[in-house]
């Protein structure tokens, strides 16, 4: 099956549709659960509306809402009809996390929007052909090409964060079905060998 890698900056550019930047405040611990997957359980505030995401103040005029959240930091923030739409597809195990949206004055924009968080990382990459450059700790730092390797796909779920590069992938059903359905979405077909 082929897959498709989600561009995080969506339509921003051409639809000025809202774009956030940073990290969320009101998360204490582990924030990284959303870029490379993992359980925010124990880490999410009792009531979820304390954590908020502030568009994009350097885009004052891009606030328009779209399905999906325009980002900088490889978060995967939907509105609450992708979240009904995720749930029909194979997606495995996945947190949603729902977050104020803040305007560019601090006050509210959206509370229809959560944080999709896959708990666990997929091995899907072919390493011989991927051009990673990782850190001295082992932290990919650049990605050059990313190759998905279509043996590790067998089993592959409808959508998944990809090894540790912060890479979230999506099966050509569920991209199609949130491109066509939806706003905001963009994919870029992911190579495979």
């Known amino acids: 099956m082929q897959y498709y890698f989600i561009k995080y900056l969506g339509l921003v550019r051409k639809e000025k549709f809202c774009k956030t930047d940073g990290p969320p405040k009101g998360i204490e611990g582990n924030k990284l659960a959303l870029k490379y997957g993992g359980s925010l ?3 999410y ?15 004052p005029k891009h606030i328009k809402l779209g399905s999906y959240i325009s980002n900088t930091s490889n978060y995967l923030m939907v ?3 992708v979240v009904k739409e995720l749930k029909k597809f194979n997606i495995g195990e996945v947190e949603f996390w729902p977050f104020t949206l803040l305007n ?4 509210v924009h959206s509370k229809d929007y959560f944080f999709v968080c896959p ?8 390493l011989e052909q991927s051009e ?9 730092i650049g990605i050059d ?17 990809v090894n540790d590069i912060r890479y979230m992938a999506f099966s050509e059903p569920l991209a199609q079905v949130l491109q066509e359905r939806f706003t905001n979405f963009v994919f870029e077909k992911a190579e495979q060998v």
């Open 45 to 59: 505030p009792k009531d979820p509306y304390e954590v908020t995401m502030r568009l994009d103040e350097d885009r």
């Open 132 to 140: 990673i450059d990782r850190g001295d700790s082992g932290i990919a």
């Open 41 to 43: 359980k124990g880490v």
């Open 104 to 107: 560019h004055k601090g006050r």
């Open 119 to 126: 708990e666990n990382q997929f091995d899907a990459l072919n």
């Open 145 to 161: 090409r990313a190759v998905l390797d279509n043996k590790k796909l067998e089993n592959a779920l409808d959508m998944f964060r």
């Open 79 to 81: 509105s609450s009809e």
